[in-house]
């Protein structure tokens, strides 16, 4: 268990302990505590904060977005109807900047963050502005998923470009940003580099505040854990939002008529239901698909939604299909009008979805900062997205659970068909099912 700024988490850091504001650091050889030394250690941590004001913005704001992808947190900010600038913005893809031109009425170029220099960031007038910089460098090298090669210095991995953000705060002098805004997946926490980019911060006079926040948590249907770290330059307190109750679930969010093109074939059915033991993987016990008319919660929406069995797939009346590029964006909290703007391929689409940050969690960090009433802005928001597509015709089609004539006992053995089936041990045969059998799994 680890505490940061003013939290408690459950991720592990290194081998210590690290304290905002007063650089307080409790080395200690174990990383779990009982709830006696918890509440010790919040009560030194209290006694030191007492007297610290907590952080509001009170000045406009100029937004500068580093690894800005299509511009989650200007679109965060805009959800909250607060003025700001797009004072600068860099990212490399150039599809994704394609993207947030588009979404933001702007008209960046790409640019590569290892030719940037402070200087190219033009921050000046700092009595007048509140410069809020974010950078939420990329996951390939630390997401489960990804690479896992690390952010180490000099390493040359993707995710190593966060210290590319050092030189530039280094270059910056004494003219840095007053917010630093971080995401990025869990497994940060754990990397070797984490405790010395947290006290590089800190030595440059920022106090930092770290939790883990999950999606499903702030009124979208995704379940999807990141790490935000708010870093404030001064000896300030930021609490971060308190989760929010879930209204909508995620078959509020789908299509109920979609192209035959987002269907799986057989053969990738056949592939993602294998239930063969490969030393200890098997690949067919991570298939969840979602019901199209229960689907309550969905997995992580990710850049290749038909890579993995873990991904989220879809039964309906034609047979397991993947998540379009539409219910993908909208479960990043990204609304049909801007949707409608996109303007690269299905896969360029997908990418960017996956690699983006939902926004209500924006609203809500960001909320706190501003002082506002963003709970109500946040349920405004989705209601949104919800009225954005009404139930088609289509729903007519579906029987709800109960309505055929099949006892109970047949209705629900059909229903969990694929939920509940049987993952042999490696002397058992290796059984898949086809569409035409996953279809009647649902539909009686």
């Known amino acids: ?81 607060v003025p700001f600038e797009h004072h ?7 599809y994704a900047i394609k993207t947030y031109n588009a979404f933001h009425q702007t008209n960046f170029e790409i640019s590569d963050i290892t030719k940037i220099h402070g200087d190219d960031l033009k921050i000046q007038e700092r009595d007048r502005f509140d410069y809020i910089l974010t950078y939420s460098f990329p996951c390939t090298d630390l997401s489960l998923m990804g690479k896992q090669k690390g952010m180490a210095k000099g390493s040359n991995t993707r995710s190593s470009l966060l210290w590319e953000v050092e030189r530039i705060l280094k270059e910056l002098g004494d003219d840095l940003p007053q917010i630093l805004v971080m995401e990025n997946v869990p497994q940060v926490l754990k990397e070797s580099g984490w405790n010395e980019w947290y006290c590089f911060l800190e030595k440059l006079g920022y106090s930092n505040y770290c939790e883990v926040l999950n999606s499903k948590d702030y009124f979208i249907p995704q379940n999807r854990e990141r790490v935000f ?63 199209l008319n229960t689907a309550y919660i969905s997995w992580t929406i990710t850049t290749a939604p038909r ?43 997908y990418k960017q979805a996956g690699n983006s940050i939902v926004v209500t969690v924006l609203m809500a960090v960001f909320g706190k900062m501003l002082d506002l009433d963003y709970e109500e802005k946040i349920k405004d928001m989705t209601k949104n997205i919800i009225k954005q597509h009404p139930k088609t015709k289509a729903d007519k089609i579906f029987k709800p659970l109960g309505a055929s ?8 053995k059909r229903r969990f068909f ?9 002397t058992e045969s290796v059984c898949h099912f086809t569409v035409d059998q996953l279809k009647t799994s649902r539909f009686c």
């Open 307 to 349: 890579g993995r069995a873990a991904d989220n797939f879809i039964i309906d009346v034609k047979g397991i299909r993947i998540l379009t590029p539409k219910e993908c964006f909208r479960l990043m909290g990204i609304q049909d009008t801007y949707i409608a703007k996109l303007n690269v391929s299905n896969t360029q689409a």
């Open 229 to 291: 770290m708010v870093s404030i330059l001064g000896d300030y307190n930021y609490t971060f939002p308190p989760t929010m109750e879930l209204k909508y679930h995620m078959k509020d969010f789908l299509e109920q008529s979609v192209d035959q093109k987002y269907y799986i074939s057989d053969k990738l059915l056949k592939c993602l239901t294998d239930t063969n033991d490969r030393n200890g993987f098997i690949r067919g016990k991570l298939f969840r698909p979602h019901d």
């Open 418 to 426: 694929v939920r509940n089936r049987k993952i042999p041990n490696k």
């Open 1 to 81: 268990m680890k505490f940061y700024g003013n939290r408690f988490t459950t991720n592990t850091v290194g081998s210590g302990i690290v304290f905002g504001k007063k650089e307080l650091i409790i080395k200690c050889q174990s990383t779990i505590f009982c709830e006696k030394e918890v509440l010790i250690i919040q009560t030194i941590f209290d006694f030191l904060n007492e007297n610290i004001e907590d952080f509001r913005i009170k000045k406009p704001i100029r937004l500068i977005e580093l690894f800005a992808g299509y511009g989650s947190q200007a679109m965060a900010l805009k959800m909250l109807n």
């Open 405 to 412: 004539n099949h006892s109970l006992e047949e209705r629900e």
């Open 88 to 94: 600068f913005v860099c990212e490399v893809d150039p």
